[in-house]
């Protein structure tokens, strides 16, 4: 099935400090999406792209959809400690049922 | 955003009783509904997709008579653990499918429910 390869697995960052985060994939993906998920709580939807190249932002997060569709990556700039916690890609899996591959996430440590 | 809630957040049931877990999408309707599996300091672990009106398909490896899913509404899904064991303690998290702007695919989670079996 596919996976997706999510790099670095941790990151310790200070406060203030930009922070890049990616996906690869063997395969092509139509849509791309980034989850935070704080903890023992759900993953929250932060970023979705859907067409190759585009670039999209969210307050001081940024995505781009990679342009061979199969890579993605997460930039948050100026972080703060409330960017703490497990960031995840995930794609839909193919098929007709809309289920997601998800990454195996990357966890960011801010120090205040 | 579309909203998703789970209920109840926290349960600690003795082993083997079952329990019930709800998940409700609360400002939209979702014909497909997942439940995942999550292990501390791991990712997601798909389960089952949820149908409404129609069986559940479950992953390889997840027993379906273990986990029972019922999608009886266009809103509602809800996880049925039978005969709960200690290893069945978890997180499970629940989530709605939903069709963004222009038809593009999106998929809120609900807030997870912590499962302890003793």
């Known amino acids: 099935g596919q996976q997706l390869n999510q790099s670095p697995q941790s990151m310790f960052i200070q406060e203030g400090e930009d922070v890049s985060m990616n996906c690869t994939s063997s395969?092509?993906?139509?849509?791309w999406l980034w989850y935070k998920q704080d903890p023992g709580e759900g993953p929250v939807l932060l970023i979705a792209?859907?067409?190759?190249?585009e670039l999209t932002s969210n307050g001081r997060l940024t995505a781009q959809f990679g342009i061979t569709r199969k890579d993605s990556f997460l930039n948050i700039s100026a972080s703060i400690p409330s960017d703490v916690g497990i960031y995840f890609c995930?794609?839909?899996?193919?098929?007709?049922?809309?289920?997601?591959?998800f990454g195996k996430g990357t966890l960011l440590t801010v120090n205040p | 955003g579309a909203v998703v809630s789970q209920h109840p957040s926290r349960v600690i049931c003795k082993s083997g009783t079952s329990v019930k877990i709800e998940c409700r999408s609360l400002d939209f309707q979702a014909t497909t509904m997942f439940w995942y599996r999550q292990f501390p300091k791991q990712s997601l672990m798909l389960m089952a997709t949820s149908n409404e009106g129609s069986k559940a398909t479950y992953e390889q490896g997840v027993e379906k008579d273990k986990f029972l899913i019922n999608h009886a509404s266009l809103t509602l899904s809800t996880l049925t653990v039978t005969s709960a064991h200690p290893e069945d303690s978890s997180f499970y998290i629940c989530?709605?499918?939903?069709f963004g702007q222009g038809g593009t695919y999106e998929q809120y989670f609900g807030p997870g429910t912590r499962l302890t079996v003793t």
């Open positions: 395969s092509i993906f139509n849509t």
């Open positions: 995930a794609g839909p899996s193919g098929g007709s049922n809309y289920k997601l591959t």
């Open positions: 792209l859907y067409k190759a190249g």
């Open positions: 989530s709605a499918h939903a």
